[in-house]
């Protein structure tokens, strides 16, 4: 009973010795080039949305291990460049953005990011550019227990607009790992920033991403994050600022969660900026694990607009799934709603489908399919969304364990 | 080609059919006659093999084969195909979705395009969440155009007219005539031999102006009561309703 009371909000917490995971290290040179990558490396990458085999003018980032490697694309106003060379090309970026958005003592990760940070992304694009094709980054964990601590920044200047597509994996044969990131990202006055991020960790890896976005004046951040394959712990509450007026956010997650694995995701948004809207919609599929689906809007200007819909999908009988959809009003004219449902598979749906000549777990897979199809945004990387959702649904679709 | 041999079902404990016979041999389309609760989609869906009906005695036989231990999909596999009466709404599931997964590669078919989605106006409902929003007849079109797809030998249709408006009911019809030729394309459509099987319940029978059955039973009460010439028990059901049939002790 005590288990089902846990008033210290631990439900199916696990414990982590961090002092098994290898020190940061700073130097290494396991490969000189992208195209160095492994068959089996360039198709995790695939897995998470990334195609590093695109010889387009589309921009290109990797971070395997400690090593650095990075394409700025053929379009006027764009840069990727690791942060660590951006930190010495453009000493402003000190004052304006680092640890500007994210607070470097907010917990023991931060903290750590900031004194031991290996490197990161910085990619900045220009007023009024916008970029057409998605960017790609990935942060690739190729060696057992090792730790990567890293830093992105994303600045978008006045009306620019950019997709960014993130894949964080490791190695198909990697169990366990240590990944801190800390991201901070910028959005423009009327600028549009689109953030899909994609994870597929081995079974024992604590993944502990710290990002926070502010949101000039009619600007918009899009946040899509799906987890194909969790790891054993990840920990993560994006905040978004939107301190300008008429901006927007809208947060879309998905995730399965596997037996003996915490998925401890939310988002948080503070609306500051008057007739400013927040959107938090988050869809978890529960075979086993924890998931606790964390999300809080606070209304603190004039027609704020906000809603939180969290819902859940329980396939085993072992987990728990725990929607905390929120609302904080601090204005009088701010508009807040929210909803939150949790539930098994309806039967009659699989019987329906089974009818039309599916068998149990085609019908299975179809119905999560439709159940993790919240209308993301996926503008240039329909494919390899289209491809995730689908290996979330089957797997599904092929029993709990 | 199916046939079923007192076939007495329980759903939760509780006996909801007792001791069903029936028979229907091939090219032959019957009709069932019950009011409102006589076990009609009781009787669909232990066909079907949904399970959470309970088979505690009898046997279903199709084509000689016993198919009392088979799930959905394989009894679908034989060529049982299912029109429902309230097909559920399934979120996110769209039916160009399923028609992908049942028919590889031929939604994209120009042929398919023309000769199934366009002529059946279907094109619109594609991109819609399955029967969300669907008027009577039009949730009764989409089951319909699904067993089109998968071309059944065996028809089973829970309520084909049940909500559907008379300018619809003659379309329905035409689509129920259609599925139960056996081949779509070609010269067989005017072949009387070469017509699929099928059964369809009915409570208020309208739909058999425009579908014609072989032989009608009804059912009262979890069991089939009387069989006959359907044009004969319509106009019987018609002008005395079913109290006739329950004051009438006939049996087969």
Known sequence: ?401 | MLKINNLHVNIENKEVLKGVNLEIPHNEVHSLFGPNGSGKSVLISTIMGYPEYEITGGEILFNGQNINQLSIDERVKLGIGVSEQRPPTIKGVKLRNLIELLMPGEIQDETFRKGMLERFNMDKFLDRNINDGLSGGETKKSELFLLMLARPEFLILDEPDSGVDPEHLKKIGAMINETLQKKIQGNELCNPYGRNSGLIATHSAVILEYVHTDKAHIMLDGKIHCSGNPAVMMDQIKSNGYSYCINCHQNI
């Not at chain 1, 060696?143 to 978008?156: A, G």
């Not at chain 1, 859940?312 to 929607?323: H, K, P, T, V």
């Open chain 1, 1 to 401: 009973m005590s288990d089902f009371l846990n008033k210290d909000n631990n439900i199916g917490k696990i414990n982590i010795d961090y002092s098994e995971f290898s020190q940061i290290e700073n130097e290494t040179k396991a490969i000189n080039s992208i195209s160095e990558l492994k068959e089996d490396e360039i198709e995790t990458l695939h897995s998470v949305g990334i195609n590093f085999q695109d010889y387009s003018d589309t921009g290109k980032f990797l971070m395997y291990g400690v090593d650095v490697f990075s394409l700025t694309p053929k379009i006027p106003g764009v840069e990727i460049i690791p942060l660590k060379a951006a930190l010495l090309i453009y000493p402003e970026i000190k004052e304006k953005y680092y640890f500007k958005a994210v607070n470097k003592d907010q917990d023991e990760f931060t903290k750590t990011a900031f004194e031991k940070e290996q490197n990161g992304y910085f990619i900045h694009v220009k007023k009024n550019v916008k970029v057409k094709d998605p960017l790609h980054t990935a942060l690739f964990m190729h060696r057992e227990m090792s730790t990567m601590c890293i830093h992105n920044i994303v600045v978008l200047e006045e009306g620019a607009q950019l997709h960014l597509i993130t894949g964080c994996a490791s190695g198909c044969t990697i169990q366990g790992g240590l990944h801190i990131a800390v991201s901070e990202l910028f959005v423009g006055k009327g600028a549009k920033l689109i953030s899909t991020m994609i994870h597929n960790w081995g079974p024992d890896f604590v993944v502990q991403p710290r990002t926070a976005t502010i949101v000039e004046k009619s600007g918009t951040f899009v946040s899509n994050y799906y987890s194909v394959k969790p790891p054993k712990v990840i920990q993560t509450n994006p905040f978004t600022h939107l301190k300008g007026k008429n901006s927007n956010a809208k947060y879309m997650t998905v995730i399965a969660s596997l037996p003996d694995t915490y998925n401890d995701i939310g988002g948080t948004v503070l609306m500051e900026g008057e007739n400013s809207g927040a959107e938090l919609v988050a869809r978890a599929v529960n075979h086993g694990g924890t998931v606790i689906q964390n999300g809080l809007l606070i209304g603190a200007a004039k027609n704020a607009r906000a809603h939180v819909d969290c819902s859940g999908l329980m396939l085993s009988d072992r987990g728990y799934i725990e929607a905390i959809p929120g609302l904080r009003a601090v204005h009088p004219d701010a508009r807040m709603s929210h909803e939150a449902a949790i539930g098994k598979i309806d039967i009659g749906e699989v019987n329906y489908l089974q009818s039309k000549g599916l068998d149990e777990m085609q019908a299975i897979a179809l119905i999560v399919r439709g159940f993790l199809d919240i209308g993301i945004e996926v503008e240039g990387l329909e494919p390899e969304l289209e491809k995730t959702i689908q290996e979330i649904a089957e797997l599904s679709g092929h029993g709990e364990e």
